[in-house]
Antibody, heavy 120, light 105 residues
Framework: EVHLLESGGGLVQPGESRRLSCTAS????????MTWVRQAPGQGLEWVST????????YFADPVQGRFNISRDNSKNTLYLQMSSLKAEDTAMYYC?????????????WGLGVLVTVSS | VLTQPPSVSVAPGQTATISCGGS??????VHWYQQKPGQAPVLVLY???DRPSGIPERFSGSNSGNTATLTISRVEAGDEADYYC??????????FGGGTKLTVL
């Protein structure tokens, strides 16, 4: 059974940094791209970043380009999202998701999410 | 940009259709997610019309021209949720529609 567990959320001051982690189990982690998706309170889903299975390629949404970095440690079955220069508009529930078997990227399993609140 | 109606209402047992509009979306693979309050999203369709394991056959999809459609037949109370369409666009970014709240009357 696929299981994804995010951690590292909390209250962060504007301008500060925070690293989120996502520990995966139940599948061959290195074989799948992984993605972060966020959802601001009361709002819709927003794609944040994707990394290929090897970690060799990464993709970022424009609002986080240059401030966020995605990485993975396949030996630890763990995905990371390093967030820096955080802004109030980064306040959201952050979900990690496993990329699915589709022709183009879809997200077939999701974690429960972790809340990041950026506020002074 | 993917455009979805903010809300759709349907009586139990009837058919719900949720649209996702985008320029030439028919040339892209569209995926659909269901999100119930306080829960993580669940993939209900991928590549326009394929169902992941465990998703009922009542969920179906189509995609042509500028509109993709999620159809839920014989709607049940448990189908009440927010539904999002999603594509991977030509600029290699994930894009979600704004979401549609399905209300079962």
């Amino acid at each position: 059974e696929v299981h994804l567990l995010e951690s590292g959320g909390g209250l962060v001051q504007p301008g500060e940094s925070r690293r989120l982690s996502c520990t995966a189990s139940g599948f061959i982690f290195s074989a799948y791209a992984m993605t972060w998706v966020r959802q601001a309170p009361g709002q819709g889903l927003e794609w944040v970043s994707t990394i290929t299975g090897s970690g060799g390629s990464t993709y970022f949404a424009d609002p986080v380009q240059g401030r966020f970095n995605i990485s993975r440690d396949n030996s630890k079955n763990t995905l990371y999202l390093q967030m820096s220069s955080l802004k109030a508009e980064d306040t959201a529930m952050y979900y990690c998701a496993k990329n699915g078997p589709s022709v183009t990227p879809s997200f077939d399993f999701w974690g429960l999410g972790v809340l990041v609140t950026v506020s002074s | 940009v993917l455009t979805q109606p903010p809300s759709v209402s349907v009586a139990p047992g009837q058919t719900a259709t949720i649209s996702c509009g985008g320029s030439n979306i028919g040339s892209e693979g569209v995926h659909w997610y269901q999100q119930k309050p306080g829960q993580a999203p669940v993939l209900v369709l991928y590549d326009d019309s394929d169902r992941p394991s465990g998703i009922p056959e009542r969920f179906s999809g189509s995609n042509s021209g500028n509109t993709a459609t999620l159809t839920i037949s014989r709607v049940e109370a448990g189908d009440e949720a927010d539904y999002y369409c999603q594509v991977w666009d030509i600029t290699e970014e994930g894009v979600f529609g704004g979401g549609t709240k399905l209300t079962v009357l």
